[in-house]
């Protein structure tokens, strides 16, 4: 007999360990946090730099300087090299040239230097005719109209420049979206612990009341039908706890997504010892600063700030149109010089050539249609940041509208639960004095337990308000991102 006992002993032993080892390759051992509840400040320090929706989204300013860079590749020095020779006719000669140009960030300009040299027999006409030594090279080019003021090249860094900005308030609407979901995945995450911890008391109680019962029984004081319906409910609160239980591990693992390692980012179900007796206070908010947060959330929001930038950007691509429009009219002036003794007897040492060019496309359907193009993109723009402050001011209103409601409703609950509990204590007396049943009991300890879920439920609802009323005025912005 003690050999059998002994087996299942060890049965039993062996699987509660290998149960025990399942449960632990899920949670990642952080053992300095064993006792220490779970703040929200250390959520969102984990978020800010560890979340990596966050730091993909923090990368759109490294895409950003690179099309900065890229742009400003127009301006890159260029060697330009290249030649030609006379493979048959009455002229056998050849030419060949190597040419350094610079853009230049202004104007349009461009400046170039070089070297040519020509060999065999040339017509004296070819401008590429040199001495045996060859000819230094050094010019300008400078557009009067077109291109002037501006030019793609240009248009293209400014735009880019505007780019860069342009990503912070990409990242600001991400960073605040990802701070209100982690802060509601923390306040669940704390209502279904506490919720949890409800259900095991509302349990503990009918199973201490079923071994008081049980001893009523043996004496003849109580029914045996009186412990069967404690049973029961022994029972129904006990899959109350198991469905408390998963509720809970569901929010754990949410959770878990925000609340990461510090090493290696990985995600940590914080354990239920971990989860803090009592909610944060929570003040009513002051019906006066109302109209600053509306005017606060229309400064540091990012929708207006992208829209003016968009507007900026835009305004770029209606100046390039309408340079378009402007005819070509560009100047320049060549300087040549011959190197060496030995040149040709018509060509000066040093000559200097001053050219003019002249172009005008004469419908210019082109530029016009980029022009309609660019105004009516304005114009959608501005209506869209007229319609993006009233719905910013909505936000901010409806937000605070929520923190209100919750709050309130959080008083009503509190109450609520005071009655209960006034009620089960005078129900209680009464079964004591033998006035009353137990189901009448279990009526009064059900609603009570009701009630205290639903001060649980309207705590979390709160601060899941006041998330989104943070998010709503952008409390949250970092000073890097804001304006």
Do not use: C
């Not at 400046?111 to 030594?133: A, E, I, Q």
């Not at 109209?145 to 293209?156: E, K, N």
């Not at 320049?332 to 001053?354: K, S, T, V, W, Y």
């Not at 439920?457 to 949250?476: C, G, K, L, S």
């Amino acid at each position: 007999m003690m050999t059998v006992l002994s087996s299942r002993f060890s049965v039993r032993g062996y699987r509660f360990a290998v149960l025990a080892l399942l449960i632990s390759s899920f949670v990642i051992p952080h053992s300095s946090f064993a006792a220490k509840p779970l703040l929200l400040p250390e959520v969102l320090a984990s978020v800010q730099t560890q979340y990596p929706p966050y730091l993909a989204a923090l990368i759109e300013q490294d895409i950003a300087n690179g099309r900065v860079r890229q742009a400003m590749g127009a301006f890159d020095l260029n060697l330009n090299s290249g030649g030609s020779m006379n493979l048959a006719g009455y002229y056998d000669g050849s030419t060949g040239y190597a040419m350094m140009e610079q853009p230049l960030p202004f104007w349009g300009g461009s400046v170039y230097g070089g070297y040519r040299l020509s060999s065999g027999f040339l017509p004296n006409y070819n401008k590429d005719r040199t001495g045996v030594d060859g000819e230094g090279v050094l010019g300008f080019r400078l557009p009067l109209l077109r291109d002037g003021t501006i030019d793609r090249r240009r248009a293209s860094l400014w735009q880019a420049q505007i780019d860069q900005e342009l990503a912070d308030p990409i990242i600001l609407r991400q960073y605040l979206d990802f701070i209100r979901a982690a802060t509601i995945s923390y306040y669940t995450w704390v209502a279904a612990g506490q919720r949890l911890a409800l259900a095991e008391e509302l349990l503990r109680i009918a199973k201490d009341r079923d071994s008081a019962i049980a001893e009523q029984v043996k004496k003849g004081a109580s029914a045996p039908i009186v412990q069967i319906d404690n049973q029961r409910l022994v029972v129904s609160r006990e899959i109350a706890v198991v469905q408390a239980l998963r509720r809970f591990q569901a929010s754990s693992i949410e959770l878990s997504l925000y609340y990461r390692t510090r090493e290696q980012a990985e995600p940590i179900i914080a354990q239920r010892e971990r989860v803090p007796a009592a909610f944060p206070p929570h003040p009513r908010p002051d019906a006066a600063q109302l109209t600053a947060d509306i005017a606060k959330a229309a400064v540091f929001r990012p929708e207006i700030r992208r829209i003016e930038l968009l507007v900026e950007k835009t305004e770029i691509d209606r100046k390039l149109a309408k340079n378009y429009l402007l005819p070509n009219l560009d100047v320049g002036i060549e300087a040549g010089q011959f190197l060496g003794g030995n040149r040709p007897r018509d060509i000066e040492r040093n000559e200097i050539e001053a050219k003019i060019e002249f172009k005008l496309p004469l419908q210019r359907r082109e530029a016009k249609g980029r022009i309609d193009i660019a105004a009516a993109t304005i114009e959608r723009l501005n209506n869209d940041k007229r319609f993006a402050r009233d719905r910013i001011a909505a936000d901010v209103r409806d937000a605070y509208s929520a923190v209100i409601a919750a709050h309130d409703a959080l008083k009503m609950t509190r109450r609520n639960v005071e009655l209960a509990r006034q009620l089960e204590t005078a129900e209680n007396e009464r079964l004591k004095q033998g006035a009353t049943d137990l189901l009448a009991l279990q009526i009064r300890e059900q609603a009570t337990f009701d009630g205290q879920v639903l001060e649980v439920e309207a705590q979390a609802d709160y601060f899941r308000a006041q998330a989104n009323y943070r998010a709503a005025i952008a409390a949250d912005a970092p000073a890097s991102l804001s304006r």
